[in-house]
């Protein structure tokens, strides 16, 4: 996009010559004949540069200047003054003007100084949006990672939207994320302390759920998560309508958030799905597949491999570049979801999780039963425990407050041996 300028001067014969100049350079110009309605337009988010002359009729240079840095004291306002007005001139640098021009000046003068400008400006703006978007991420709950630039076009739209009650409309394939954007948005909502309602639309009992809402409910609540809203019966749909409409019009200070995976302008939309999404003014949040960006994958494992190896209290296994690679060279069908129970077994298994039932990669991961997880952990735990003590078991058994003939019967078990570990 061309950076827009404003430019506000009284003389016409001015105003098309420089206007056509800047115009020839690119820049998206707009030309004011006084200062009036380009104050009227004005916003904090201006991403370009003023140019306004300081003597005219009217509110004049000067007032303008004081008006516009009003409303943001870092646009970049550039003032013109005539011969003899140097003394307005540092008066309007003083107010916080970003430069001035003294009639005449040269083309080549004027381009400097608005091309330096407009850098500023877009400096500005973009600090802005990375404290911002600082903010939110450091704040209560989950946080959204990654550096792909969809994830952080996500970040930015989340960063404005977090303090309002707009309605969400998540989608995006199975396993990417959608119910942690939607607490995302909760926990860094206007009432993160209220409670945060999920309804599964497919799910057996969603009817009876949706008639105690629509009977107001036991207690209050902040957010309304629908997720598969997509798969919602035909006949509870007219309900959930009912139910969601007065929410997303503003009637109560309820935000609403739905995810499906597909959109709601898709072809494969339903009808319900196309009245929510036009007619209630549903913003949409788009999640990629996690085989569209790559680059995060390592990012994202090392994030779950720690949080994982925390939660167990136990050492994060070696990561080398061979995992690095394997990671890479994986479909993950199953999205962010598979990669997290991935990242889970590899906490607990270290290698042995990259054994040739899991290699495949047009299977996604299969969670483990809770038994095979349970020994999966005590064998890890073992193995750390017999690493640092290089293989003496008195020691181990110590640290661990096991019998001797326990701890031989583990080892056993797990085809362990003590001189695997001797320094």
Not at 43 to 67: C, E, R, Y
Not at 219 to 233: G, M, S
Not at 255 to 272: K, L, N, W, Y
Not at 329 to 348: H, M
């Amino acid at each position: 996009m061309n950076t827009p300028v404003m430019f506000i001067d009284d003389e016409k014969s001015i105003r098309d010559a420089l206007g056509q100049t800047l115009e020839l350079e690119d820049y998206d110009v707009e030309l004011f004949a006084s200062a009036k309605p380009a104050l009227k337009q004005l916003t904090n988010q201006f991403p370009g540069v003023i140019i306004s002359d300081i003597n005219m009729p009217g509110i004049d240079g000067l007032t303008f200047l004081k008006q516009a840095l009003a409303l943001d004291a870092e646009l970049s306002v550039i003032m013109l003054t005539g011969h003899g007005d140097i003394s307005m001139a540092v008066e309007a640098m003083r107010l916080g003007a970003y430069d001035f021009l003294e009639k005449p000046f040269s083309t080549e003068h004027l381009l400097d100084v608005v091309k330096r400008a407009a850098e500023k400006r877009d400096l500005v703006l973009e600090n802005r949006e990375l404290r911002r978007e600082l903010e939110v991420q450091s704040g209560p709950g989950p946080r959204i990672l990654g550096n792909d630039p969809a994830i952080k076009q996500l970040r930015r739209i989340l960063s404005h939207q977090a303090k309002t009650h707009s309605p969400l409309f998540i989608h995006g394939p199975s396993g990417c994320g959608k119910a942690l954007v939607a607490r995302f948005v909760h926990d860094h909502g206007l009432q993160p302390h209220q409670p945060f309602v999920t309804i599964d639309c497919s799910a057996a009992g969603t009817e009876t759920q949706l008639d105690e809402l629509m009977d107001g409910g036991a207690t209050p609540f902040a957010t309304l998560y629908l997720k598969h809203i997509d798969r919602t019966p035909q006949q509870l749909q007219p309900t959930l309508q009912d139910l969601i409409t007065p929410l997303c019009r503003g009637e109560h200070t309820v935000r609403v958030i739905v995810s499906a995976d597909v959109d709601g302008h898709h072809q494969s939309a339903s009808g319900f799905l196309h009245t929510l999404y036009f007619k209630l003014g549903f913003i949409t949040l788009d999640l990629p597949p996690l085989n569209q960006r790559q680059a995060d994958i390592p990012l994202l494992f090392h994030n779950f491999l720690r949080t994982d190896c925390s939660r167990f209290g136990i050492e994060p296994p070696q990561i080398d570049s061979q995992l690095e690679q394997w990671l890479g060279e994986q479909r993950w069908t199953g999205n962010v979801r598979e990669l997290r129970q991935f990242a889970e077994r590899y906490a607990l298994m270290g290698a042995k999780a990259l054994e040739p039932q899991h290699q495949d990669p047009s299977q996604p991961l299969q969670a483990s039963t809770l038994a095979e997880r349970v020994a999966d952990f005590e064998c890890k735990v073992l193995h750390d425990a017999l690493n640092r003590h290089h293989g003496r078991l008195k020691e181990v058994q110590q640290e661990l407050g096991l019998a001797r003939k326990t701890l031989y019967d583990k080892m056993k078990k797990y085809h362990i041996d003590k001189n695997e570990f001797k320094a």
